[in-house]
């Protein structure tokens, strides 16, 4: 069996021993040895990869397996892995991990919402090591269909709404991705799905390319929170218990920014060449107006989805800038923006879960309170805004360092204006962070609330470590994604 088929097998034994678990203590047994083997997996995997690629290994993709499915349409279970997926894959897996401890106190129904949890991680798993065009669709709707129970039945606030809005949005988005799949298939001779072959190919013609671009790339953008059909995810992320929140946040929407390269650009580059101006004026818009968004809410989590917005509109922003410091800095961010905003909403449903209140308005004094939930939230912040030594800082700026190399004036007023949202968004992180967490607390009952437990603790932990890492040590990371970005990149240079 191939190595990364074990990220789609591990997840399939979890939903068996979730189904057979009769206990509590059984189910969160599971889940740890579940999480934790997919942790050490993908850990493992990181170093395999880096092993390969210092001995010498020069295919695109490695561990690459490939297994028939259905022959008369080209349909074959191929999966492989770049720096890319690598990385992806290690921000999924510590999510997961994470969720899983963010979620140990949840009630009722507490193995249903496991099952759904854990088949939503399995479609996030497979779609990244997918390089087959219907294998990844179909894991990409796997990962999408559990976030209607999800935060429909453990949500809160108009959970129902919120959830038919996101479901009904994001199966629109799917529509014009199967659409955009199945022209680019039969555009490039309907002899193969693989995206490797595909691209080697390079036959599509271009008037095509024109149809089914603005199509795929719409498709996975909507997901990616692309203006102006990102309202799902505000609601979403308002309604979604605590660990659906920093899953769909900090991985799930990571699936747009990998489609819009991996598929849509990657596969159409003369199209991307020539429509990608358009898709770059509405990504730049998705990147001030989530900060200006954020600044007018009143609500933790309203606040933290439209920061979302803005820093996923920074990737897509990134990617459609087609140089490979500014594709490398859009992996970054993925990967910064999914660690700080999980950290960031698990945070707020602990503090939730103690005041019953994520409003603004109502909120002050938690630091005499709750102190390390509120040092926590501090450094959430000082991440979010881009402080030197955290992730953000590393990710926000390779990206305007990789947009600013495009010397025309179009490029370089659309990247000082994206740059505004630094500001922006410090302005709304500092206020926020003194209007809740400094002061007087003048709630009679926020006097008598408790710290962070344990379990609370350790994914917290878990959380600001990789954050820190990844801000203090980014050379190795944003080397393994460079050498992964310059074969897309290459095919976007006219």
């Known amino acids: ?54 001995a010498g290994a020069t295919a695109e993709m490695l561990f690459r397996a490939d297994t028939v499915w259905y022959a008369p349409l080209h349909i074959a279970y191929s999966v492989g892995v770049d720096g890319i997926s690598v ?36 479609g996030v798993f497979g779609f990244f090591i997918s390089i087959d065009l219907f294998t990844m669709f179909m894991f990409y709707e796997i990962a999408l269909i559990p976030m209607y129970l999800l935060i429909g039945v453990w949500g809160s606030g108009r959970k129902e709404y919120a959830a038919m809005k996101l479901t009904l949005m994001l199966m629109g988005g799917s529509a014009f991705l199967l659409i955009g799949i199945l022209g680019i298939f039969f555009g490039a001779g309907g002899t193969t799905m693989n995206i490797l072959e595909i691209a080697q190919l390079h036959n599509i013609p271009f008037a095509q390319q024109c149809i089914w671009f603005p199509l795929t790339f719409l498709g996975f953008g909507v997901l990616g929170a692309l203006f102006p059909f990102h309202t799902w995810s505000p609601d979403g992320h308002a309604s979604a218990p605590t660990a659906v929140s920093m899953l769909h946040a900090g991985v799930l929407m990571k699936l747009g920014g990998y489609g819009c390269f991996r598929i849509a650009m990657y596969l159409m580059p003369e199209a991307a060449n020539e429509l990608g101006w358009i898709f770059l004026i509405l990504t730049g818009i998705s990147v001030v107006y989530g900060a200006f968004s954020a600044c007018v809410q009143t609500d933790l989590k309203y606040i933290n989805a439209y920061s979302s917005v803005s820093h996923c509109g920074l990737v897509l922003f990134a990617i459609l800038m087609m140089n490979q410091t500014a594709a490398t800095g859009a992996v970054l961010q993925m990967l910064s923006h999914g660690l700080m905003t999980a950290l960031f909403f698990a945070l707020i449903g602990m503090i939730y879960g103690r005041t019953h209140t994520r409003d603004v308005r109502e909120l002050n004094g938690l630091m005499k309170v709750m102190p390390f939930l509120s040092v926590c939230y501090v450094i959430a912040g000082l991440a979010n805004l881009g402080l030197p030594g955290l992730s953000g800082f590393v990710a926000e700026m390779t990206i305007f360092v990789g947009s600013f190399q495009n010397f025309d004036v179009f490029h370089r ?61 980014p050379f190795w990371v944003s080397h393994m994604i460079g050498e992964s970005v310059l074969p897309v990149v290459s095919h976007l240079i006219p």
């Open 1 to 54: 069996m191939n190595f990364l088929s074990l990220f789609v097998l591990i997840p399939l034994l979890m939903l068996g021993g979730l189904y057979l678990a009769k206990s509590i203590k059984a189910i969160r047994g599971v889940m740890v040895a579940g999480s934790t083997a997919l942790l050490i997996l993908s850990v493992v995997l990181t170093f395999l990869y880096l092993g390969e690629r210092q």
């Open 87 to 122: 990385a992806m894959l290690l921000l999924s897996a510590v999510i997961v991990f994470t969720g899983t401890f963010a979620s140990w106190k949840l009630r009722p129904l507490t193995k249903e919402y496991f099952l759904w949890f854990t088949l939503l991680s399995m």
């Open 413 to 473: 007023t659309l990247t000082i204006i994206a740059c505004s949202s630094i500001v922006i968004t410090a302005v709304y992180i500092l206020r926020l962070v003194g209007k809740i967490l400094y002061g007087t607390c003048t709630n009679k009952h926020h006097l008598a609330l408790t710290d962070a437990t344990w379990d609370e603790r350790f994914a917290v932990i878990c959380l600001i470590i990789c954050v820190a890492g990844l801000g203090m040590a």
